[in-house]
């Protein structure tokens, strides 16, 4: 009967022990989460490489702090914050989206230019050059072009270097910009987008970021069509915190160190421009 009694006490101990053990593992869970702190960045995707450096420096110098990019086309993060998406700060490829956010009250500071990007015409290795080598031949018949939607900013900037190029008169038979645009198979929502499609070797040519041309992927597999520096398009990237961010504070760090002079290097290691400001 005692060593029943014994049996059924350690039981009990053991069961008690058990249950302390299961709320202190919970206990240190819960802490985790309530301490865990991110900081969420809606980033135009051609900034994927270069701020995925920058995030790394950032969470380096902030110990557990982590930084989420959300990336895709600007116009596509304007209309998702629009819409509710939770976010501490939003870089653009453009100023226009960037208006559109201030306009509809998502702002929460000044927006600041940090970067500047030139468009750059793509071909894949295996087209001969002497078929593809001017800005005249894409208006050639036959050939397929890629480039971004309208609302893409660029797209944007790509509709204006081609009426640009129409104005400045280097076509030879005239209606260049005519020519090109009936040339165009595929509208992609980013410019990524076109970039995948000319590495693919489903169009002959496609207009992307300069640093979309030589970045990893990319620069190996295709090949660039001089464009004349006279009709070529400056695009410039605005970055703002959000009236919304969970994180004011690690925001205006992140801007702090997107401008330092490291934040600078990392850009241009990527083959952005900077402002003539900074």
């Known amino acids: 009967m005692r060593c029943n009694e014994v049996a059924k006490a350690a039981r009990m101990i053991l069961g008690v022990a058990t249950l302390l053990g299961f709320f ?5 869970n819960s802490s985790d989460e ?18 995925a450096d920058i995030s790394k420096e950032f969470e380096r110098d902030n ?14 993060l ?3 914050l629009e819409h509710g998406a939770q976010g501490d700060l939003f870089a653009s490829a453009d100023w226009k989206q960037m208006d559109l ?12 230019i940090f970067a500047t990007n030139r468009l750059a015409v793509i071909v894949p290795n295996s087209r001969p050059a002497e078929i593809l080598n001017t800005m005249e031949d894409l208006g050639n018949p036959g050939v397929k072009l890629a480039m971004a939607l309208a609302e893409v900013p660029a797209g944007g900037y790509t509709r204006q270097m081609i009426a640009k ?17 009936a040339n165009v198979v595929t509208l992609e929502s980013s410019v990524k ?18 640093t979309d041309a030589s970045s990893a992927g990319v620069g190996e597999r295709v090949r660039t069509i001089p464009i004349p ?19 004011p504070d690690l925001a205006a760090d992140f801007i702090d160190l997107v401008l330092s002079p490291t934040g600078r290097r990392l850009l241009k290691s990527h083959g952005f421009g900077l402002p003539s400001s900074q």
Not at 43 to 48: G, K, N, P, R
Not at 193 to 210: I, T
């Open 34 to 51: 309530v301490g865990a702190r991110k900081l969420s960045v809606f980033a135009a995707v051609s900034l994927s490489e270069a701020f």
């Open 101 to 112: 956010a201030k306009s509809a009250g998502m702002l929460n500071g000044k927006p600041v």
């Open 24 to 28: 202190v593992a919970c206990g240190s």
């Open 165 to 181: 190029l129409e104005n400045a008169g280097t076509s030879r038979n005239g209606q260049l910009s005519s020519r090109i645009m």
């Open 78 to 80: 304007r209309t998702q």
């Open 63 to 76: 110990p557990g702090i982590s930084v989420e990019l959300q990336l895709a086309g600007s116009q596509r």
């Open 229 to 247: 520096e006279e009709v070529n398009v400056v695009a410039t990237f605005p970055l703002a915190p959000l009236h919304e961010a969970g994180e």
């Open 193 to 210: 987008g076109v970039a995948a499609k000319v590495v693919l070797g489903e169009v002959d040519a496609g207009v992307v970021y300069f």
